[in-house]
């Protein structure tokens, strides 16, 4: 991934530009070839003959370089988006390393995620434009470029010491095209701005590289503007290879508000927790019954999910959508992010958001009718809405977390406090399986969840209570494949969906932090290290890994599973060096409800 915190594109091992949204992470694609094929969209350049690749960040960013050696010679490509400029830019610098190397650039531009063909004009000898409808993408190289078949190709040789660029901006039709810059000064401050942000994060010793590639690929994710965070910049990248799991994540979750917030604050990103924290508020702002689980990166809530019939799909996998009816749901955990940020953001220091605790009355007052109904719960099934512990669960979290906010009245935490009590007796009651002595999916199923390992790290029981020991030992049962975890159950029914996905890295992470929890670091050191080894060659992770094929699933790269990464080395840290485990009990609360009945 390249991007300049507005949108982002993804470049592939073979020097093709494969998917490219603009001029927002959630615009349509100009490039789509991910999931299609070249006619889709695409911009390659990369040597004529065969030749073997490396790659790797330059100084820690995200300036992508690509080493590409073969018998003619060595030649790299520079890939990045300059952070600095009014619209978003690719630029791509070839520069020969040894010998005479003949290379080849073929663009093709289609808009509207690769179904609208563009008109292509020569402006001047360096200079094309390729406009169709409200959008233009002005090509600049001083290499010839030519129409060949509705392509643009340009066929060239670089030698070594020699430097050839390629800058591709995006403007709206109507406006002039944007000047032309200089690349390499481009590239200079790009470089400059990534590593100087990289090296502000506070974390030292073991694994420090590895969270420095994490932050900065949300960074990276990151919606300038306005702060929102996306959760991936791709959509409908599939679960299961050929199948019907396949959705947009070019948007903004409340789901991911407090584990995002926790990282950032923990590794010293003070600044980028507030506009997070200050973004989210933002966005649920309104009447508490019409809070969504997600939003646009501006906050917005109109995300209609629609199909894309022309697209084949990655690997053939249909239907490709864009939107997310997801948005529309339920899922009462939701509740329980929000008062779990607030609290993380005021014992993190940061100044509070406006009217946070005006927010926090009105959102429990709508939680306080609604937590004993069924939801569609943290994996967003399709199927019908559940009794989920873990909804259940978060439910208890946000009127916990209200019960010891100190600037409210005591009257109302006295309220809270009662309410959470109830609830926490509630899941004790109905969310236990009898005969095992563990949580489980839903009320009455016998079914295992991962989510339940959110139990002790949220404080709702601590990790020495046996029904908790009891759960572990039965995810780790049902859920461990291949040394990591599935999120659920899919053969169950339960998401009306057909069964098989990958291995979820996220829920990974959180046995990592639970053997931790319990002593077991041991155990969590081998499965962090293995998480490790599922990243590709530049230490990116999507949601999901098949570790029969090595090879990442999902949407690409996910926010979810790089917080998580993050929240674990620092997890593991901690735990190495303060016997009390501080990060930890940022999440890990102590329970207000009442020990008899519900704590053995």
Same mark, same amino acid.
């Given at each position: 991934?390249?991007?300049?915190?507005?949108?982002?594109?993804?470049?592939?091992?073979?020097?093709?530009?494969?998917?490219?949204?603009?001029?927002?992470?959630?615009?349509?694609?100009?490039?789509?070839?991910?999931?299609?094929?070249?006619?889709?969209?695409?911009?390659?350049?990369?040597?004529?003959?065969?030749?073997?690749?490396?790659?790797?960040?330059?100084?820690?960013?995200?300036?992508?370089?690509?080493?590409?050696?073969?018998?003619?010679?060595?030649?790299?490509?520079?890939?990045?988006?300059?952070?600095?400029?009014?619209?978003?830019?690719?630029?791509?610098?070839?520069?020969?390393?040894?010998?005479?190397?003949?290379?080849?650039?073929?663009?093709?531009?289609?808009?509207?995620?690769?179904?609208?063909?563009?008109?292509?004009?020569?402006?001047?000898?360096?200079?094309?434009?390729?406009?169709?409808?409200?959008?233009?993408?002005?090509?600049?190289?001083?290499?010839?470029?030519?129409?060949?078949?509705?392509?643009?190709?340009?066929?060239?040789?670089?030698?070594?010491?020699?430097?050839?660029?390629?800058?591709?901006?995006?403007?709206?039709?109507?406006?002039?095209?944007?000047?032309?810059?200089?690349?390499?000064?481009?590239?200079?401050?790009?470089?400059?701005?990534?590593?100087?942000?990289?090296?502000?994060?506070?974390?030292?010793?073991?694994?420090?590289?590895?969270? !420095?590639?994490?932050?900065?690929?949300?960074?990276?994710?990151?919606?300038?503007?306005?702060?929102?965070?996306?959760?991936?910049?791709?959509?409908?990248?599939?679960?299961?290879?050929?199948?019907?799991?396949?959705?947009?994540?070019?948007?903004?979750?409340?789901?991911?508000?407090?584990?995002?917030?926790?990282?950032?604050?923990?590794?010293?990103?003070?600044?980028?927790?507030?506009?997070?924290?200050?973004?989210?508020?933002?966005?649920?702002?309104?009447?508490?019954?019409?809070?969504?689980?997600?939003?646009?990166?501006?906050?917005?809530?109109?995300?209609?999910?629609?199909?894309?019939?022309?697209?084949?799909?990655?690997?053939?996998?249909?239907?490709?959508?864009?939107?997310?009816?997801?948005?529309?749901?339920?899922?009462?955990?939701?509740?329980?992010?929000?008062?779990?940020?607030?609290?993380?953001?005021?014992?993190?220091?940061?100044?509070?958001?406006?009217?946070?605790?005006?927010?926090?009355?009105?959102?429990?007052?709508?939680?306080?009718?609604?937590?004993?109904?069924?939801?569609?719960?943290?994996?967003?099934?399709?199927?019908?809405?559940?009794?989920?512990?873990?909804?259940?669960?978060?439910?208890?979290?946000?009127?916990?977390?209200?019960?010891?906010?100190?600037?409210?009245?005591?009257?109302?935490?006295? !309220?809270?406090?009662?309410?959470?009590?109830?609830?926490?007796?509630?899941?004790?009651?109905?969310?236990?399986?009898?005969?095992?002595?563990?949580?489980?999916?839903?009320?009455?199923?016998?079914?295992?969840?991962?989510?339940?390992?959110?139990?002790?790290?949220?404080?709702?029981?601590?990790?020495?209570?046996?029904?908790?020991?009891?759960?572990?030992?039965?995810?780790?049962?049902?859920?461990?494949?291949?040394?990591?975890?599935?999120?659920?159950?899919?053969?169950?029914?339960?998401?009306?969906?057909?069964?098989?996905?990958?291995?979820?890295?996220?829920?990974?992470?959180?046995?990592?932090?639970?053997?931790?929890?319990?002593?077991?670091?041991?155990?969590?050191?081998?499965?962090?290290?293995?998480?490790?080894?599922?990243?590709?060659?530049?230490?990116?992770?999507?949601?999901?890994?098949?570790?029969?094929?090595?090879?990442?699933?999902?949407?690409?790269?996910?926010?979810?599973?790089?917080?998580?990464?993050?929240?674990?080395?620092?997890?593991?840290?901690?735990?190495?060096?303060?016997?009390?485990?501080?990060?930890?009990?940022?999440?890990?609360?102590?329970?207000?409800?009442?020990?008899?009945?519900?704590?053995?």
């Amino acid at each position: 991934m390249i991007g300049d915190m507005r949108t982002a594109a993804l470049v592939g091992r073979d020097g093709s530009i494969d998917w490219f949204c603009a001029p927002r992470f959630d615009s349509g694609a100009c490039f789509s070839a991910l999931l299609g094929d070249r006619d889709n969209g695409r911009w390659k350049i990369a040597p004529r003959r065969a030749a073997q690749v490396r790659r790797h960040y330059r100084r820690g960013g995200l300036v992508l370089e690509t080493r590409f050696e073969n018998q003619d010679g060595v030649v790299a490509i520079v890939d990045f988006m300059p952070v600095d400029e009014a619209q978003s830019s690719i630029v791509r610098m070839v520069i020969g390393r040894e010998g005479r190397v003949a290379m080849e650039s073929e663009l093709v531009i289609r808009f509207d995620y690769g179904v609208s063909v563009p008109w292509v004009t020569r402006v001047d000898r360096e200079t094309l434009t390729a406009v169709a409808g409200p959008s233009m993408l002005v090509l600049r190289t001083p290499v010839n470029m030519r129409g060949e078949d509705m392509h643009t190709v340009g066929r060239f040789t670089v030698k070594k010491g020699q430097t050839i660029p390629f800058v591709l901006s995006y403007s709206p039709s109507h406006l002039m095209p944007p000047a032309p810059g200089d690349a390499r000064e481009q590239l200079k401050r790009t470089e400059a701005f990534w590593h100087d942000w990289a090296w502000r994060c506070n974390v030292k010793g073991k694994w420090s590289g590895h969270v !420095r590639r994490s932050l900065v690929t949300l960074k990276g994710l990151s919606f300038r503007p306005t702060g929102g965070i996306v959760a991936a910049p791709t959509t409908s990248l599939p679960e299961s290879l050929g199948g019907l799991r396949n959705w947009d994540y070019r948007f903004c979750w409340l789901r991911d508000a407090a584990f995002t917030l926790l990282a950032l604050l923990n590794a010293g990103y003070s600044e980028e927790a507030d506009d997070w924290q200050n973004w989210l508020l933002r966005a649920v702002a309104g009447s508490p019954d019409q809070v969504q689980i997600m939003y646009g990166v501006a906050g917005e809530r109109d995300l209609a999910e629609r199909e894309l019939d022309w697209l084949a799909g990655y690997a053939g996998s249909r239907p490709v959508r864009v939107g997310n009816a997801a948005s529309r749901q339920t899922q009462l955990d939701i509740y329980g992010e929000l008062a779990d940020v607030l609290e993380h953001a005021h014992r993190g220091g940061l100044a509070p958001a406006p009217r946070r605790n005006e927010l926090r009355i009105a959102f429990l007052a709508h939680l306080e009718k609604i937590w004993r109904l069924p939801d569609y719960g943290i994996w967003e099934i399709r199927g019908e809405p559940q009794h989920f512990v873990h909804s259940k669960v978060m439910a208890w979290v946000a009127f916990d977390r209200a019960a010891r906010a100190p600037a409210t009245a005591k009257a109302l935490r006295d !309220r809270w406090k009662k309410i959470a009590a109830e609830i926490h007796a509630d899941i004790c009651a109905k969310g236990v399986d009898a005969a095992r002595g563990c949580f489980v999916q839903a009320y009455g199923s016998t079914r295992m969840d991962a989510a339940l390992l959110m139990l002790p790290i949220v404080g709702f029981l601590p990790p020495t209570d046996k029904r908790i020991k009891a759960t572990v030992a039965q995810i780790e049962k049902h859920l461990l494949a291949g040394g990591l975890l599935l999120r659920y159950e899919t053969a169950s029914g339960i998401d009306g969906l057909p069964p098989g996905e990958g291995l979820f890295l996220p829920c990974s992470f959180w046995l990592v932090d639970i053997y931790v929890l319990m002593g077991r670091r041991r155990q969590a050191v081998r499965l962090f290290e293995r998480l490790l080894k599922c990243r590709n060659d530049v230490g990116l992770l999507s949601e999901e890994y098949d570790p029969r094929t090595r090879r990442l699933l999902g949407n690409f790269p996910q926010a979810f599973s790089h917080v998580a990464l993050v929240n674990s080395a620092l997890c593991l840290l901690h735990a190495t060096r303060v016997k009390e485990r501080p990060h930890l009990q940022q999440r890990h609360q102590k329970s207000t409800a009442p020990v008899k009945g519900t704590i053995e």
